[in-house]
Structure formats: structure tokens, C-alpha cells
T-cell receptor, first 115, second 113 residues
Framework: DQQVKQNSPSLSVQEGRISILNCDYTNSMFDYFLWYKKYPAEGPTFLISISSIKDKNEDGRFTVFLNKSAKHLSLHIVPSQPGDSAVYFCAASGASGGGADGLTFGKGTHLIIQP | DSGVTQTPKHLITATGQRVTLRCSPRSGDLSVYWYQQSLDQGLQFLIQYYNGEERAKGNILERFSAQQFPDLHSELNLSSLELGDSALYFC????????????FGSGTRLTVV
């Protein structure tokens, strides 16, 4: 049973436009969410996170929105740049105690930024 | 370079064999996490160690085991290998849990033939 779902395996966006990556979760115990970015032949790199006490977190071009009632989060990238082409993973944790237990990851969305 | 070092980068072995994957965490990080990424799957949490002690277990098979040594490097041992164990195995480290995100290594690609 997949507790974190990224239903779009791939997404193509024009350079300069907004990229919106979506993620749904089923476990209501999840209270901390993260986005990771992965280039080929590299490990995932942490991008941005959000706690369930917030509904939005911003860091430069990246904004994560959390809708707890819908169990849905999204990552907005604006403006999209060619270097943003990568696989994006959504991850969640229910261990608000800080580190125990691993993260539950989605399968990823491959974002392609078209010139 | 993320600061997390995994060796070897690639490993090809036969079914039934045993292999050891090694991870050196980022300097100062006490926690080490192991993840498995199979084809078309997200990363699956296997196990976490904190300062030498097992902290949490995920979907780790009984044929798999891990340990963290006094110098904080960690090893993941996979035995009685099956074709389905072919995957990317990632190690990650952190200094204070997942709050600021883990730092991942570049992974070990295991192919079982």
C-alpha cells in the first residue's frame, strides 16, 4: 500500500513558466513533508520541507503548499529553469520526535524543462 | 560531493552470494540511514543507526543486516541474494534527524545475475 503517491511520472514545462508537482498521502499520522531533487547518477538532494502546522513554506523559487484536509501537497517552481530538469521526490514522516523512523517516499516525478 | 561516501559504486554478483555495502557519513553526522530504490519504485527505508545503535527499522528483509562502527561508518550486508535484490542502495546521514533533510550519498548499484 503506497502511502505517498506522485501520480504524474513525468511533467514537461517551458522555461520561465511555473512548474507544479503534486503529491498525495494517505497516512494521517504524517506531520512533516519534504521534497528532494535527484539528478542521474547522484543521490537525492534536499530541497524544501514543511511541517503540518504550516500551509506554505517558501525558499527562493521554490514554494511548498500543504492542504491537510485533502492530504495533498504541491511544489511550485517559478520561474522554471533548465537546471531544474530532474526527478522530484515527495517524502513524509510521522515521527515528529526528530529523526527516528525513516521517510516514506513517493515514486518521483520526472520534470523536464523545455527551452 | 555531498560528503557522504558510498563504496563500491557498482557491484555485480550472482544469486545466493553475499555482499557488503559501505557508507561513510558526512563529518559530524551521527545518524546513518539506508534506503533501497528498486526499478520504478520510490526509495524504501531499510534501517537507521544513531551513534552506533540501531534506531529504527523499516522494510528490511531478514537476509539483510547493518551495523554502524565506532568511527560512525556503516555497512549494509546483503546475503542469499536474489534477482529481486537488484537495486540502487542509498546511504544518507544527518546530524539532527530529517528536519533539515538528509544528505544522501550517490548510491551503490547492485546487480544480481
Amino acid at each position: 500500500d503506497q502511502q505517498v503517491k506522485q501520480n504524474s511520472p513525468s511533467l514537461s514545462v517551458q522555461e520561465g513558466r511555473i512548474s507544479i508537482l503534486n503529491c498525495d498521502y494517505t497516512n494521517s499520522m504524517f506531520d512533516y513533508f519534504l521534497w528532494y531533487k535527484k539528478y542521474p547518477a547522484e543521490g537525492p538532494t534536499f530541497l524544501i520541507s514543511i511541517s503540518s502546522i504550516k500551509d506554505k513554506n517558501e525558499d527562493g523559487r521554490f514554494t511548498v503548499f500543504l492542504n491537510k484536509s485533502a492530504k495533498h501537497l504541491s511544489l511550485h517552481i517559478v520561474p522554471s529553469q533548465p537546471g531544474d530538469s530532474a526527478v522530484y521526490f515527495c517524502a513524509a514522516s510521522g515521527a515528529s520526535g526528530g529523526g527516528a523512523d525513516g521517510l516514506t517516499f513517493g515514486k518521483g516525478t520526472h520534470l523536464i524543462i523545455q527551452p | 560531493d555531498s560528503g557522504v561516501t558510498q563504496t563500491p559504486k557498482h557491484l555485480i554478483t550472482a544469486t545466493g552470494q553475499r555482499v557488503t555495502l559501505r557508507c561513510s557519513p558526512r563529518s559530524g553526522d551521527l545518524s546513518v540511514y539506508w534506503y533501497q530504490q528498486s526499478l520504478d519504485q520510490g526509495l524504501q527505508f531499510l534501517i537507521q543507526y544513531y551513534n552506533g545503535e540501531e534506531r529504527a527499522k523499516g522494510n528490511i528483509l531478514e537476509r539483510f543486516s547493518a551495523q554502524q562502527f565506532p568511527d560512525l561508518h556503516s555497512e549494509l550486508n546483503l546475503s542469499s541474494l536474489e534477482l529481486g535484490d537488484s537495486a540502487l542502495y542509498f546511504c544518507a546521514s544527518s546530524d539532527r534527524g530529517f528536519w533539515s533533510g538528509y544528505t544522501f550519498g550517490s548510491g551503490t548499484r547492485l546487480t544480481v545475475v
